[in-house]
């Protein structure tokens, strides 16, 4: 069984076809980033699958077309991350993350031990015991993101969703996130989608990539089959050097254009 299925998933704002006859499937514990360039319809293809935007085609989420699962029970199966997740004023950090605990209780019931602990176990993971208390809308775009995080994995669904999850966090924090990311994968056999600008971080974590351009994949596969200089050339217009690492990553290093002046020469 697999972990998401996506038949033929198509979208259209008014005239404007955004995802255009879009498939594949996602193994259990399964690391797939979605890549492309700006308007690609990468966003718009996480929000298609969670079903907050009008599609065509399937969606199949462990098994069950996931129009048939009412609210509870997709979150119980799938966490997402936003791009740019909301900050509600008046709610401290702790009870921002104990949300992701909402579909394994009840609708009028308490928290449990189980959900505080789990809440916490996120808050240290993520480096947030130190904001437990502050307001979420007094967090830096940075400390959002990883609050955000902290909140699906919380809510330990098999599958999270992650949309440009390393988009508000610098270098630093983008290595450590995204470790924290894949030890979790492998430690709970999460499956994860994501979608991110930076190529070097979309290989390094990925089992497995899809390059949508213009709203249609056009390559899909490992790094070493997808991120290659004149397939990265092609989709984003960019000069880049690809270099495998000893470790087997890949490495994408952008090239200087030639100066304005230098090419009228």
Do not use: C
């Not at 993350?97 to 505080?116: I, K, Q």
Request: charged content about 25%.
């Amino acid at each position: 069984m697999t972990a998401l299925s996506v038949e033929s998933l198509s979208v259209a704002f008014g005239d404007a076809i955004v995802l255009d006859d879009v498939s594949f499937e996602v193994g259990p514990g399964e690391w797939l980033t979605v890549i492309g360039p700006n308007g690609a319809g990468k966003s718009t293809l996480l929000l298609a699958i969670m079903g907050l935007v009008s599609h065509g085609g399937k969606v199949t989420v462990d098994g069950h077309h996931r129009s048939d699962l009412r609210g509870r029970e997709l979150a119980g199966r799938v966490a997402f991350v936003p791009q740019h997740p909301m900050r509600p004023s008046g709610m401290r950090v702790f009870d921002y993350v104990l949300l992701g605990r909402t579909p394994h209780h009840s609708l009028f019931a308490t928290e449990s031990e189980n959900d505080l602990d789990a809440t916490r176990e996120a808050l240290v993971l993520l480096d947030l015991e130190s904001l437990a208390d502050r307001d979420v809308s007094s967090l830096s775009g940075g400390e959002a993101q990883r609050a955000a995080l902290a909140r699906a994995v919380a809510q330990r669904a098999p599958l999270v969703i992650l949309d440009e999850p390393n988009s508000a966090l610098d270098i630093g924090r983008q290595q450590e996130v995204m470790g924290i990311i894949d030890d979790i994968r492998h430690l709970q056999g999460l499956t994860v989608i994501s979608t991110f600008h930076d190529l070097a971080l979309a290989g390094q974590f990925s089992d497995r990539l899809v390059l949508l351009d213009d709203g249609r994949i056009v390559a899909s596969g490992d790094a070493h089959d997808v991120l290659t200089e004149p397939i990265i050339e092609s989709a984003y217009g960019a000069s880049v050097r690809v270099v495998s690492e000893t470790d087997g990553t890949i490495s994408v290093t952008p090239l200087r254009r030639p100066r304005i002046a230098e090419v009228r020469r």
